[in-house]
Structure formats: structure tokens, C-alpha cells
């Protein structure tokens, strides 16, 4: 059975911060909230021992207060009310695993101003009112941590933030939703259409009954948005960013990709340029040379290229109840570690104190330039030769082609590399080549990227 709220009993007085447990309330107990509680509980010595002292979930907000006190047990005060929660007296730190951004900016918002830290997996709400939050933060001198709301068991935000601090970022880019990658892996290791493979998907739990999120970018451009916020010192840029889902994408693709030595890959790319930033979500021919064409099924991989780093990378699983508990009581250790420490001294929340925070231009689309595939079905396979002398007339050189090599039957598809474009010229190319005489069908054009420093 569960029990209403009641007033803990009260810590001494004189018991400093340091030594006494750090008091958690969280705000959801589903698939995230369960498994932080069971981490914590399991590894709870080895926590502390890092920590510095206890960390303890007193209180949880939950809708169904009978499931949860199966999972937390009789020692932890229940409530249907997250707002309750957030403003607690007897509570330090809450956490937020409940998700969406309507309610959860309030409860996020009150947890602030009534002095609490706040720990959050939930990208959508940073991604979306991330900076009200984070100023709200800074008023109030209290943390906000969020090392779950990307790429949950990586730690990307830390190494932004912390590990690679005396860098310049140059770019970063990655697989950041194992929705979409488990998909595209079984589309080219099965031979799998997209329906078939987005099946498989939701039959094994990687994707929900509605995947637009996923499978439209979304969940990506989130995440996205915060590493930029990270990497380059703006404020969180979620409405720039440029999003191309991967609904369209072909399993002959695949395979052709293949046959140029490429793998296609739903990829976040946020990359400093002179006059601004890149910052866009989109499938593309990743080099099958570089190690991030090799992050298969729901796994993810980001990589970060630095002035004085150089390349690095950073590999592991991107959703799951402990990989996500695993980033989330990360950000409870540093939170436990805050105890003495003026707000000024602690790691910006977006990595730059917000002062020197810039927001900076993105780039249009029409400006983004980068290398290209296209696949163009032929009436006959003999005209490649010429349409190949035509495009490079027009200003987009093919530095590598070849005629797919496909059963008898499937028709003469010309696979061709160009060199760097820019959005708009590969765009008004495009509309002329489709309409060329020698093209028999719809014409694929996807990004190219080496990810090369």
C-alpha cells in the first residue's frame, strides 16, 4: 500500500549538507524513474563512496500511487502531485523523468524558485524552453543537469563541457536516436524495407505505436540543439535546426550506398562556419573507412572534433531504463558534490557562463554546402558517360561513378559522388536533371560526409 506525504522527520540542524544524504524527489517512476531507483539502490555504497555522501529518493510523484509503491517500497513518501514535490521543503534536488514540456516546464520552473537543483532526461523540454530554465537556474543559484537527456549512457555533455573545455569546437556530429539507426541497420544488413524495419522496431520496443518523433528527426534535432548550445556558447537553437527524417529512405539505397564503400546514417551535424553555424539533422553517406559508419542497431556514436583534441569519439547505448539511470544519478553525484561551492564557481550549464554566451546565426539551408549522392535511373546504362560530362559542366563534378550493379530486371541506376555544393545549386541541379533525357525515374540525392577533421 502507499502512504501520503507526511513531514520527514527533521535533519539536525547542525548536521552540515555534506555529510547528511541528499535528499531526491522524482517525478515519474516509469521506464527511466524505475531503473534510476533500482541503480541507486543497488549500487548505493559504491554511489556514496563517490558522492561523498548518501543519496537518497524520499519522495516520488507518480499517477498511479499503488504501481509505484511497488517499485520504491514503504520508506518513500508518494503523491500524486508533482508540484507538491517540486516545492518540498524537505526535498534537495529534484529529478524529472516524467517527460513532455507542458506540465514539466512548470514543475521544473517551481522546483527552481523554491531553491531546489534539477536533474532532467528530458531533451524536448531543454530543447524547447531550455534557456528560461537555465536563466531561472542562475537566479535562483541552483544546478541544472541533464547528462540523460543525450545519448544517455555517453557522456557527452560532460565532455563538452568539462573534458574538452580547453578546445575550440570545430564540429560535432553523431547518431543520437537508436530508433532510426536500428531501422537503417536492418534495412541494409536484412534487406528490409522501411515499413518492415520500423515494424521490427516497434515489435522489439525501440520505436513507439506513433515513431514520428523519431523517425521524422525530431528526437535528434532536440538533442542536437543542446550539444550546439554546448559546443559553441549560444543559447539552445532548437528552431533553426534543419530536420530531414528518414520515411523516404530506399533499402536499394542501401545497397548502393554499399557498392560506393559509404553506410547511410540518420546524422546531427552542428559545425562552426566563418559566417555561422550548421545545424541540421539529416541521413547521409557516412565513409565506411570511419568508425561511426560502424554504430549499428540502437546504438549510438558521437563525435566531436576540437582544435587541440583533434578527432574523438564516444560510443554506447542510447536509451534504455539503466543506461538512462546510469547518466542521471551522474548528475546526482555532481549534484551532491555542489555542497560549499559558490554558483559562479560550478560548471555553466551550458558549458560558457552566461556572460560570455553569444547566440549565434545558423545558415540558412540554401547555404550548407557539402559533397552529394545521387542515384539517377537511366533509360540505358550507355548514357552515363554523357550525363556525367553534363553535370560536371554545370558545375557539380562526380568524383566517383559507377552503374549499380543490381539483378537483371531492376534497370540501369547510375551511382554518382560529387564534390562539395551548396544546398541550393545541388536544388536547381536537381530540377534539371530530373527533367534530363536520358533520366528514367525519380532521382535520390543524399548529403555525403567524411568526418574528417
Not at 13 to 30: E, F, S, T, Y
Not at 347 to 374: D, E, I, K, N, T
Amino acid at each position: 500500500m502507499y502512504r501520503d506525504p507526511v513531514s520527514a522527520s527533521p535533519s539536525p540542524a547542525a548536521a552540515p549538507a555534506a555529510q547528511r544524504p541528499l535528499r531526491v524527489g522524482m517525478i515519474g517512476i516509469g521506464t527511466v524513474g524505475g531503473g534510476t531507483f533500482r541503480v541507486l539502490a543497488r549500487n548505493q555504497a559504491e554511489i556514496a563512496a563517490r558522492a561523498g555522501r548518501a543519496i537518497e529518493v524520499t519522495m516520488v510523484a507518480a499517477r498511479d500511487l499503488e504501481r509505484a509503491a511497488g517499485i520504491v517500497g514503504a520508506g518513500v513518501q508518494l503523491t500524486r502531485d508533482p508540484l507538491q514535490l517540486a516545492t518540498h521543503p524537505d526535498i534537495d534536488v529534484v529529478v524529472e523523468v516524467a517527460g513532455g514540456t507542458g506540465p514539466a516546464l512548470d514543475w521544473a520552473l517551481a522546483a527552481i524558485a523554491h531553491g531546489k537543483h534539477l536533474v532532467t532526461a528530458n531533451k524536448a523540454l531543454l530543447a524547447l524552453h531550455g534557456d528560461a530554465i537555465f536563466e531561472a537556474a542562475r537566479q535562483h543559484g541552483v544546478a541544472v543537469a541533464y547528462e540523460g537527456a543525450v545519448a544517455v549512457s555517453i557522456p557527452i555533455v560532460k565532455a563538452l563541457r568539462e573534458g574538452l573545455t580547453a578546445n575550440r569546437i570545430a564540429w560535432v556530429a553523431g547518431i543520437v536516436n537508436g530508433t532510426t539507426n536500428f531501422i537503417l541497420s536492418r534495412m541494409r544488413d536484412d534487406g528490409l524495407d522501411f515499413g518492415t524495419a520500423l515494424a521490427q522496431a516497434q515489435a522489439l520496443g525501440y520505436a513507439e505505436a506513433d515513431p514520428s518523433f523519431d523517425i521524422d528527426g525530431t528526437d535528434a534535432a532536440h538533442k542536437m540543439a543542446l550539444l550546439a548550445a554546448n559546443a559553441f556558447g549560444t543559447p539552445v537553437p532548437f528552431d533553426a535546426v534543419q530536420v530531414e527524417g528518414i520515411r523516404t529512405l530506399q533499402v536499394l539505397d542501401m545497397a548502393c550506398a554499399a557498392q560506393l564503400g559509404h553506410r547511410i546514417k540518420l546524422l546531427g551535424i552542428a559545425r562552426r562556419q566563418p559566417d555561422g553555424l550548421e545545424l541540421r539533422v539529416q541521413p547521409a553517406l557516412v565513409p565506411d573507412t570511419q568508425l561511426l559508419a560502424h554504430v549499428d542497431g540502437s546504438m549510438n556514436g558521437i563525435v566531436v572534433c576540437g582544435d587541440a583534441s583533434g578527432v574523438t569519439m564516444y560510443y554506447g547505448a542510447g536509451a534504455g531504463s539503466e543506461p538512462t539511470a546510469s547518466a542521471v544519478i551522474a548528475d546526482l553525484v555532481d549534484v551532491a558534490r555542489l555542497a560549499g561551492t559558490q554558483a559562479a564557481q560550478r560548471v555553466p550549464h551550458r558549458g560558457f557562463h552566461a556572460h560570455a554566451m553569444r547566440a549565434l546565426p545558423v545558415l540558412p539551408r540554401a547555404a550548407v554546402s557539402s559533397a552529394r549522392y545521387l542515384r539517377v535511373p537511366l533509360h540505358r546504362a550507355s548514357d552515363a558517360e554523357p550525363l556525367g560530362r553534363w553535370l560536371a559542366a554545370q558545375g557539380l563534378v562526380p568524383r566517383k561513378a559507377a552503374l549499380a550493379q543490381l539483378p537483371e530486371g531492376t534497370g540501369a541506376q547510375w551511382l554518382v559522388l560529387t564534390g562539395p555544393a551548396t544546398q541550393a545549386h545541388v536544388d536547381g541541379l536537381l530540377d534539371q536533371l530530373q527533367r534530363h533525357p536520358a533520366v528514367a525515374g525519380a532521382v535520390t540525392a543524399l548529403h555525403v560526409e567524411p568526418l574528417d577533421a
